[in-house]
T-cell receptor, first 114, second 114 residues
Framework: GNSVTQMEGPVTLSEEAFLTINCTYTATGYPSLFWYVQYPGEGLQLLLKATKADDKGSNKGFEATYRKETTSFHLEKGSVQVSDSAVYFC?????????????FGKGTKLTVNP | NAGVTQTPKFQVLKTGQSMTLQCAQDMNHEYMSWYRQDPGMGLRLIHY???????DQGEVPNGYNVSRSTTEDFPLRLLSAAPSQTSVYFC?????????????FGEGSWLTVV
């Protein structure tokens, strides 16, 4: 079945540091890939997405490129801020019948210190 | 804009008690779903609905019931609460499928079963 594997957290960075959160997936066909962010005490919000190979999703300075050859969708940001402290979830949506539901990774907690 | 509204936000139950988590959306979305979020587990789908009068089981449905009598409401019922149901519950809705390009999450309901 479809699955998503995210790097284990928590991740602690200083402000303005470079961020990478690794995400790899297993799926048949050509899934769509998503990054969601959950700020403290809130629900999940879509951060960015990519629907086909080599697509780059971007939002709020975050980027992720859909790499089919490595089945990856790593999240990156060049300079993190304290306000980026949150839990980040990688997710995929399959394309096969009956597998159209979102499958989430376990989440990676990011803390950015001033 | 209310979006997806969940109540209550916090609840403590005794083992064996029953309760209902309420979820309402005002966006006329056909698709609604309930997830639970546990540490190190990501989000797991409990039940979902593709329209009024239609519900189906997700990944972890045991111990939960749902109904969808209207497009707006999708309550989640715990008939006999167990400590294993201690979790954070998220309701979500979408216009274009269970894992549509834009899925809206509620702010979550924190449930503790003692």
């Amino acid at each position: 079945g479809n699955s998503v594997t995210q790097m284990e957290g928590p991740v602690t960075l200083s402000e303005e540091a470079f961020l990478t959160i690794n995400c790899t997936y297993t799926a048949t066909g050509y899934p769509s890939l998503f990054w969601y962010v959950q700020y403290p005490g809130e629900g999940l919000q879509l951060l960015l997405k990519a629907t086909k190979a080599d697509d780059k999703g971007s939002n709020k300075g975050f980027e992720a490129t859909y790499r089919k050859e490595t089945t990856s969708f790593h999240l990156e940001k060049g300079s993190v801020q304290v306000s980026d402290s949150a839990v980040y979830f990688c997710a995929l949506r399959g394309t096969q019948g009956g597998s159209e539901k979102l499958v989430f990774g376990k989440g990676t907690k990011l803390t950015v210190n001033p | 804009n209310a979006g997806v509204t969940q109540t209550p936000k916090f609840q403590v139950l005794k083992t064996g008690q029953s309760m209902t988590l309420q979820c309402a959306q005002d966006m006329n979305h056909e698709y609604m779903s309930w997830y639970r979020q546990d540490p190190g587990m990501g989000l797991r789908l409990i039940h979902y609905s593709v329209g009024a009068g239609i519900t189906d089981q997700g990944e972890v449905p045991n111990g939960y019931n749902v109904s969808r009598s209207t497009t707006e409401d999708f309550p989640l019922r715990l008939l006999s609460a167990a400590p294993s149901q201690t979790s954070v519950y998220f309701c979500a809705s979408s216009l274009d499928g269970l894992s549509g390009n834009t899925i809206y999450f509620g702010e979550g309901s924190w449930l503790t079963v003692v």
